[in-house]
């Protein structure tokens, strides 16, 4: 287990140095597993910790951090969104972001921020929770089984020739 107290809580401006660690981890890790799919950008950090604070004040939104004793050890990003023609389903929670540190995987931290998550979207009157996970993230997909999320699309990417 965790030694210390490990707190969920909303994320506050002064997180912003590890949402931007954590966010450009989650992006080179993505980035590493399909090259071709994947967005890469030099020094995602900054862009990263700028896009999440900037969802902090959002009421349709939260940002959540686990926080080990003072030290941030991953984050969740969450929303609530419209219906979507385009996705063909109807008003939803949406889980964008899950991501723990390397060091604190596998003791029940990336479970605790996505039950916060759920929470926070449940008690804003989302009627389901829909998430996407990398074809390769088969470690967080048993996680997302785990919690009760069910496969329901299949991304396929195909590169066009020019």
Same mark, same amino acid.
């Given at each position: ?35 071709? /799919? ?11 910790? @700028?896009?999440?604070?900037?969802q ?19 984050y ?12 063909? /389903? ?5 889980l ?10 596998g /003791? ?29 993230? @088969? ?24």
């Amino acid at each position: 287990m965790l030694k210390g107290e490990l707190v969920i809580r909303a994320a506050v401006a002064d997180d912003r140095e590890a949402l931007g660690r954590y966010g450009g981890a989650l992006m080179r890790q993505h980035h590493e597993w399909d090259p071709a /799919r994947f967005l890469a950008v030099e020094h995602p950090e900054e862009g990263y910790a @700028t896009f999440l604070v900037g969802q902090l004040d959002s009421p349709g939104a939260t940002v959540l951090v686990a926080d080990l004793d003072g030290a941030v050890v991953g984050y969740a990003y969450a929303s609530l969104e419209p219906m979507s023609w385009k996705e063909l /389903r109807g008003p939803c929670g949406y889980l964008h972001d899950v991501f723990v540190d390397e060091l604190a995987r596998g /003791r029940g931290v990336g479970e605790r921020l996505m039950n916060e998550a759920l929470a926070w979207l449940e008690g804003r009157g989302a009627p389901r929770v829909v998430l996407v996970s990398a074809a390769k993230n @088969t470690r967080a997909q048993a996680l997302f089984a785990r919690l009760g999320f069910r496969a329901t699309m299949c991304e396929m990417t195909r590169e066009l020739q020019r």
